[in-house]
């Protein structure tokens, strides 16, 4: 399995990122999928998922309200939509897939990892 971020970059407070990720090398719909990002000298925290079908997600508190996770199994993608940024998210955001199907939102459950895409917002 191989995912591949993108739509990173930099954008001003109350702005706007939508994320991609592109999933590649077994059945997409196999596997649940996650979000989440690393800020300079934190440890990685989840951000959002999302199960195998999209039936079902989860947020971080942070993330409540201002983010939404989708998914395309047709296109085998899985997007981040990004609303109301603030400083804090800046980070390098990472896509990551599990082979549980059911939403899970801890490091430890997830099998593969993109290598991130940088967002930064300014204040």
């Known amino acids: 399995v191989q995912l591949a971020e993108s739509g990173g970059g930099l954008v001003q407070a109350g702005g706007s990122l939508r994320l991609s990720c592109a999933h590649s090398?077994?059945?997409?719909?196999?596997?649940?999928m996650g979000w989440f990002r690393q800020a300079p000298g934190k440890e990685r925290e989840f951000v959002a998922a999302?199960?195998?079908?999209?039936?079902?997600?989860d947020y971080a508190t942070s993330a409540k309200g201002r983010f939404a996770i989708s998914r395309d199994n047709a296109k085998n993608m899985v997007y981040l939509q990004m609303n109301s940024l603030k400083p804090e998210d800046t980070a390098t955001y990472y896509c990551?897939?599990?082979?549980?199907?059911?939403?899970?939102?801890?490091?430890?459950?997830?099998?593969?990892w993109g290598q991130g895409t940088q967002v930064t917002v300014s204040s």
């Open positions: 990551a897939a599990s082979s549980y199907t059911i939403v899970v939102n801890t490091t430890d459950l997830y099998d593969y």
């Open positions: 999302i199960n195998w079908n999209g039936g079902n997600s």
């Open positions: 090398g077994y059945t997409f719909s196999s596997y649940s």
